[in-house]
């Protein structure tokens, strides 16, 4: 049998930290060894919100391609694309609005958000911003996605696709499209320094290139017990960001800080020290990896141009049954 059709993205905004690694990437390094899968940098969906500010938009996106790289993600195993470059995808998206309810998109939970927190005018919700969801379906189905490994906030989109595809299985009477299925890692929210969810909007993350000193300031920045005052008071870790920490990324260690801390036997100061080191020993081998590949910018171009070149036919596979599903024209222009 065919190994199962894998699709997941990240919009091209900019710099991953480590709350995409462990909430998102984490699954696509142990997905690609068993499936099939297909990872694009999905830049045009940056244009959902970032339209009037894009002149970031090429680099951010070569950024992405490195960070996926550096992380982990393999070529020879995977197939790493850029959404725009699959032309095909915006006729999917095309054909897929028309059956798609307006009130499926402006029930998701996830797109009310992005308008609320990034407190969007009324003129930046565009035509665009609305059609996230189905837009994402289309970058899903042209691969014949079944399996899609995202962050939590991605969950609400996933339904839509999900309801989509069986729109179409229905409508035209066939059993073309899987219904795409979400999928989380162990940890799908990780805190930033302010003890909020980690993310680049609330400037509380820890990038995956960060070096050694931002990453100790940023640990030594964040929240402990404010209960206690003096080194040898016992301590609560349950209510403790850094410990918080240790359980996230150095989970095998946290049980014996937890002793330490509520006998009052370890400083702060030396507990944010000790995790630091943690943190900055999981991102070495990381920030290796990407500057190795710093130096050779056309093997970056390579590997995307392969990539685009498979999702691209893949996806043309799939609009050629779309269109006979539906009695569409063929185009007449190509052969
Ligand atoms: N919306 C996703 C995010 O913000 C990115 C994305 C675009 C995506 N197309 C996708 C994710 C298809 C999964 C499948 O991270
Ligand atoms: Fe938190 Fe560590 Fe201080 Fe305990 S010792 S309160 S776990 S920083």
């Known amino acids: 049998m065919a190994k199962k059709r894998v699709m997941s993205g990240m919009r091209a905004t900019g710099q991953l930290h480590i ?3 462990l909430g998102v990437l984490v699954n696509w390094l142990q997905m690609q060894d068993q499936y099939d899968c297909f990872f694009a940098v999905a830049d045009w969906h940056m244009l959902t919100t970032g339209f009037a500010k894009t002149e970031g938009l090429r680099e951010n996106t070569r950024q992405l391609v490195l960070d996926y790289l550096a992380a982990g993600v393999d070529p020879a195993k995977a197939t790493i694309y ?3 470059s699959i032309l095909e995808t915006a006729e999917l998206h095309l054909i897929l609005s028309m059956i798609t309810p307006v009130n499926w998109l402006q029930r998701d939970p996830t797109l009310k958000e992005m308008v609320r927190e990034l407190h969007l005018a009324e003129d930046h919700v565009s035509y665009g911003l609305l059609g996230y969801p189905a837009l ?3 970058d899903i189905l042209g691969p014949m996605g ?10 609400a989109h996933i339904e839509i696709s999900r309801d989509i595809a069986r729109r179409f ?5 066939v059993d073309l499209f899987p219904e795409p299925q979400g999928l989380l890692t162990p ?14 909007s609330y400037g509380n993350d820890l990038k995956l290139a960060d070096d050694e000193k931002s990453i100790n300031s940023k640990v030594m920045s964040m929240v402990t017990d404010p209960a206690r ?4 008071d016992p301590g609560h870790p349950e209510v403790c960001m850094i410990y918080n920490g240790w359980e996230t990324y150095a989970s095998e260690k946290a049980p014996e800080i937890a002793t330490l801390c509520r006998a009052g036997e370890i400083g702060c100061v030396q507990c944010k020290r000790n995790l630091a080191v943690q943190v900055n020993e999981r991102l070495a081998p990381i920030q290796a990896r990407r500057r190795e590949l710093e130096t050779d910018p056309g093997m970056l171009d390579d590997i995307v141009i392969a990539g685009n070149a498979r999702a691209r036919q893949a996806t043309q596979e799939t609009l ?13 222009n190509r052969t």
């Not at 940890?187 to 680049?200: A, E, I």
């Not at 050629?320 to 185009?331: E, G, I, S, T, Y």
């Open 82 to 84: 850029v959404q725009s």
């Open 169 to 173: 299985n229905h409508l035209f009477g």
């Open 146 to 155: 079944e399996l899609v490994p995202v962050g939590e906030d991605q969950m």
């Open 187 to 200: 940890t799908p929210v990780v805190f930033g320094t302010d003890g909020r969810k980690m993310s680049k």
């Open 229 to 232: 005052l003096r080194k040898d």
């Open 320 to 332: 050629a049954k779309v269109r006979d599903a539906m009695h569409l024209n063929q185009p007449y």
């Open 19 to 21: 709350g995409h690694y």
């Open 136 to 138: 994402q379906t289309a």
